[in-house]
């Protein structure tokens, strides 16, 4: 069975830091992995996946993510944190026909 | 290119009631999913069509049921509404590429509230 686990609930970094959101993942085969956002009362939108290949990902607004087989995670990470990347965040792992299993989401806090 | 469109963005609906939501997916994507996301329970999935047909389902009692037409648009129904239904329903279409997995493009939402 496809799952992942978002440990945070929340985090909250200064504007400027870096800044890091947790995600591990349990998957039957080769692990597909993705990131996304949602900002108040909008969709969620795409930020970066992982398929192959390298372990470091890069995505949308300087985000890039780290995939860790041997600790089965995907952490997402900011080297600078903005006031606007303030969201909820949500890790991802595909399932059957189009369906994905999301994790519980992780407020991210950016104060200036 | 156009996103993914739902309509309406808001409604409000009382007990009891029944309500239609609509999904216009991305030009070319085939694979519609639904999702419901509350506070407490997160982000769950409700169902997913491709090419009309349901091919998966979540564990969602029968009063929610969905379908799509030819051109991809996809619609969800909820009857009998209840308090607990009230969510951000969010859909969201793929482009299924065999050996490829594609993301998932979500539209903004329509924000549900039974009253």
């Known amino acids: 069975a496809q799952s992942v686990a978002q440990p945070e609930d929340q985090v909250n970094v200064a504007e400027g830091n870096p800044l890091t959101v947790k995600c591990t993942y349990s998957?039957?085969?080769?692990?597909?992995l993705f990131w996304y956002v949602q900002y108040p009362n909008r969709g969620l939108q795409f930020l970066l996946k992982?398929?192959?290949?390298?372990?470091l990902v890069k995505g949308s607004y300087g985000f890039e993510a780290e995939f860790n087989k041997s600790q089965t995670s995907f952490h997402l990470k900011k080297p600078s944190a903005l006031v606007s990347d303030s969201a909820l965040y949500f890790c991802?792992?595909?399932?059957?026909?189009?369906?994905?299993?999301f994790g519980s989401g992780t407020k991210l806090n950016v104060k200036p | 290119k156009a996103g993914v469109t739902q309509t309406p963005r808001y409604l409000i609906k009382t007990r009891g009631q029944q309500v239609t939501l609509s999904c216009s997916p991305i030009?070319?994507?085939?694979?519609v999913s639904w999702y419901q996301q509350t506070p407490g329970q997160g982000l769950q999935f409700l169902f997913e069509?491709?090419?009309?047909?349901?091919?998966n389902k979540g564990n969602f009692p029968g009063r929610f049921s969905g379908r799509q037409f030819s051109n991809s648009r996809s619609e969800m129904n909820v009857s009998t509404l209840e308090l607990g239904d009230s969510a951000l329903y969010l859909c969201?279409?793929?482009?299924?590429?065999?050996?490829?997995?594609?993301?998932?493009?979500f539209g903004q939402g329509t924000r549900l509230t039974v009253v």
């Open positions: 992982y398929i192959t290949g390298d372990n």
């Open positions: 030009s070319g994507h085939r694979s």
């Open positions: 991802a792992v595909p399932g059957n026909f189009n369906k994905f299993y």
């Open positions: 969201a279409s793929r482009k299924i590429t065999r050996g490829e997995n594609t993301e998932a493009f």
């Open positions: 069509y491709f090419s009309e047909t349901q091919r």
């Open positions: 998957v039957s085969g080769n692990p597909y």
